[in-house]
T-cell receptor, first 114, second 118 residues
Framework: DAGVTQSPTHLIKTRGQQVTLRCSPISGHKSVSWYQQVLGQGPQFIFQYYEKEERGRGNFPDRFSARQFPNYSSELNVNALLLGDSALYLC?????????????FGEGSRLTVL | AQSVSQHNHHVILSEAASLELGCNYSYGGTVNLFWYVQYPGQHLQLLLKYFSGDPLVKGIKGFEAEFIKSKFSFNLRKPSVQWSDTAEYFCAVNARGHSGGGADGLTFGKGTHLIIQP
């Protein structure tokens, strides 16, 4: 079975631009979460979606938004990019909407903002 | 809000040495605790988890962790490490009982980079 897939794997943007990152969860998983991992730090929670509704949001500015589609895939959008947005963006899926559920992570999308 | 502290950022051991990685969390309520591992070139994967019951939990590849509530700790241990254990290890916590299930997501520590020398 395919794991969590993310695209693109690498991308370079300039300050002020907008970026869209995509995630396909494991088949049958209905929950998708997004995390930002800055170099040398642990992943930081951005959003969680379950059954196409936002169920949780971390401490990120409104420039960050996301959505989940009927097939449970998800997109993360970041507007007005800043240099500090350079990071590895991780998508994780889980079977259920509960904080006891195991998260299955993708390999991430590495964003560089110049 | 919860936070996680991992004491050792870089650890270098020889094969067959014993391992203990420290993890402390700060949160006044009930928590779920996790250790995730990231092997070189691979994605994050769950090593073990604690929700309730026996505070000594066993995970994959011979790892175990002990939850000590009074110390707010969840240290990872392995009696004898192998070269293949070289990886980045992350401790994570999630506050239990929040509405909306994963409303707060997981809070991760900064990670410990473990290098096992043959």
């Amino acid at each position: 079975d395919a794991g969590v897939t993310q695209s693109p794997t690498h991308l370079i943007k300039t300050r002020g631009q907008q970026v869209t990152l995509r995630c396909s969860p494991i088949s049958g998983h209905k929950s998708v979460s997004w995390y930002q991992q800055v170099l040398g730090q642990g992943p930081q929670f951005i959003f969680q979606y379950y059954e196409k509704e936002e169920r949780g949001r971390g401490n990120f500015p409104d420039r960050f938004s996301a959505r989940q589609f009927p097939n449970y895939s998800s997109e993360l959008n970041v507007n007005a990019l800043l240099l500090g947005d350079s990071a590895l963006y991780l998508c994780a899926s889980s079977l259920v909407n509960t904080n006891t559920g195991e998260l299955f992570f993708g390999e991430g999308s590495r964003l560089t903002v110049l | 809000a919860q936070s996680v502290s991992q004491h050792n950022h870089h650890v270098i051991l020889s094969e067959a040495a014993s391992l203990e990685l420290g993890c402390n969390y700060s949160y006044g309520g009930t928590v779920n605790l996790f250790w995730y591992v990231q092997y070189p070139g691979q994605h994050l994967q769950l090593l073990l988890k604690y929700f309730s019951g026996d505070p000594l939990v066993k995970g994959i590849k011979g790892f175990e962790a002990e939850f000590i509530k009074s110390k707010f700790s969840f240290n990872l241990r392995k009696p004898s490490v192998q070269w293949s254990d070289t990886a980045e290890y992350f401790c994570a916590v999630n506050a239990r009982g929040h509405s909306g299930g994963g409303a707060d997501g997981l809070t991760f520590g900064k990670g410990t980079h473990l290098i096992i020398q043959p």
